[in-house]
């Protein structure tokens, strides 16, 4: 986990190990032992771990696919229709049957409602790698694909609750936030990551992000925006829908 700033100077007291590798006038370089309190590793557990997620984690090359909407009708949609990746754990958290305690805001409104959560890559114990989560109450809006003007209330509220939210609780203001939407995401509900503007956090790469406020600009030119719009995103190579895509000659 990223070193809290009042933690740094206790790298360079006793209790911590240094083994110098190399001196050279006033340039030295040290392999450095630190004491296990700063030390700490966060971890995060998947029991029973399913082939899908074994996969998720490993190694990979990837590549780039341009998916225009008639792809994603005849190949992403039937793909992912065809797919039992639970979310369970996802709809415990709307119900409150797990993690209600780490709620930070909720807007309750089934239609255009949501809760904003941190997320777990984030321990809330510095503000450089803020991250949280902005999860929408109401089910079925897969991914930006499902995207229309209709759902405009909803992604308005994520952007304006979720950056005051923030501001009120860790002091963060909307100019210094990441807010974005995957493409494609990780799971088929649909969520916002909140991230600090300075953190380059995991899949915050240009194939893969989609700014909320330019998505809400991309609605309001036209409300079928993303039923039209051609979109770029990685595939790892042992990814199903990789070669899906490779039979279709698309890849």
Not at 235 to 249: P, V
Request: with cysteine.
């Amino acid at each position: 986990t990223p070193f809290q700033e009042e933690s740094i100077s206790d790298l360079l007291k006793k209790h911590t190990r240094l083994k110098l590798q190399m001196s050279n006038d006033i340039y030295s370089t040290y392999h450095l032992y630190p004491p296990p309190q700063l030390s700490e590793i966060k971890t995060t557990v998947v029991y029973p771990a399913t082939e899908k997620h074994l996969q998720k984690y490993l190694r990979q090359e990837v590549y780039l696919i341009r998916e225009t909407g008639e792809d994603y009708k005849n190949i992403t949609l039937p793909f992912i229709q065809s797919q039992s990746f639970s979310i369970q754990w996802v709809y415990n958290i709307l119900e409150k049957t797990a993690e209600a305690d780490r709620i930070i805001h909720e807007n309750p409104d089934s239609s255009n409602g949501f809760v904003l959560i941190p997320d777990f890559k984030w321990n809330q114990k510095q503000l450089d790698d803020l991250y949280l989560i902005a999860i929408c109450h109401r089910r079925g809006i897969k991914s930006l694909r499902d995207l229309t003007a209709e759902h405009l209330p909803l992604l308005r509220n994520i952007l304006q609750e979720g950056k005051e939210a923030i501001l009120k609780r860790f002091g963060v203001a909307g100019s210094q936030l990441r807010i974005y939407l995957h493409y494609q995401p990780s799971y088929f509900h649909l969520h916002v990551h909140f991230t600090a503007l300075s953190y380059d956090a995991p899949g915050c790469s240009v194939e893969r992000a989609h700014l909320l406020s330019d998505v809400i600009d991309n609605l309001e030119l036209d409300p079928q925006y993303y039923q039209k719009r051609t979109l770029t995103f990685a595939l790892r190579a042992d990814e199903a829908l990789l070669k899906k895509f490779q039979e279709a000659g698309k890849a």
